[in-house]
């Protein structure tokens, strides 16, 4: 069975860079879509509803970043987005058209390296400088996110992929209003948050070997009864 949480490295599975940022939740936050999602059932008044809201949720995500790649490569979209999808990449054109000197290198490109791998959805120069871009549709920047985002910065550097910064740009769902947030991440700031990332990825190798140790336990408890 393929892990969804993981990519290949030289034929061995190594953990997504999402996985490891998800080892940090901010206090009250620990499954931010699914709270939200269970009080706009509740709103709804429709028993069980909270998964169809969590997952419609994840699909403006999941919409928004396929049309902002449509664009990039110039190349058509073979789903009808939502109205959500549509307003978020409208505000991320409305930020791209603010950028006069905006170049793009790659996207949707595919890294790993011996530890973990990613996805990172841009890379490209920006006045000379050459970033890390994440987008993001959620309703505000986290620290996980930021966590990610300099993972995808050591992932460059691994792959001798030279970057000068990562850039988060959070983008708006909302037809009546055109938004767009950024924030670089740069110099002691990336560095802090790429020792960080190193520290969850212990945290996650301690993990998965108390989940091997309790998985061997169990089997053995088996064969002997």
């Known amino acids: 069975m393929v892990d969804v949480d993981c990519y290949q490295h030289k034929g061995q599975d190594v953990p997504r860079v999402s ?6 939740a901010e206090p009250g936050d620990s499954d931010r879509l699914a709270d939200w999602a269970c009080y ?3 709103r709804a008044g429709e028993r069980g509803a909270w998964r169809v809201v969590r997952d419609e949720a994840a699909s403006v995500g999941t919409e928004a970043h396929a049309l902002i790649e ?13 109205q959500k999808a549509l307003a978020a990449c409208r505000s991320w054109v409305e930020w791209r058209r603010k950028k006069s000197r905006f170049e793009i290198v790659a996207t949707e490109h595919r890294l790993t390296c011996s530890s973990f791998g990613g996805t990172i959805d841009a890379i ?3 006045n000379g400088r050459q970033f890390v871009i ?8 986290r620290l996980s ?3 990610q985002a300099a993972a995808y910065v050591m992932l460059c550097e691994d792959n001798g992929i030279d970057v000068d910064a990562a850039l988060i740009v959070r983008i708006g769902k909302r037809f009546d209003v055109v938004e767009a947030q950024e924030v670089e991440i740069a110099g002691p700031e990336l560095n802090a948050y790429m020792s960080a990332f190193v520290n969850l990825l212990d945290i996650h190798a ?14 053995k408890q088996e064969v002997t009864n």
């Open 70 to 82: 449509a664009v990039l490569s110039e190349s058509d979209i073979e789903f009808e987005p939502t």
């Open 145 to 147: 996110d930021k966590l």
């Open 134 to 141: 994440d987008w993001k549709t959620g309703s505000k920047i």
């Open 206 to 219: 301690a993990i998965s070997s108390v989940k091997r140790a309790r998985a061997k336990t169990i089997v």
């Open 19 to 24: 996985r490891i940022a998800r080892l940090y």
């Open 40 to 42: 706009e059932a509740i």
């Open 124 to 126: 490209a120069k920006i």
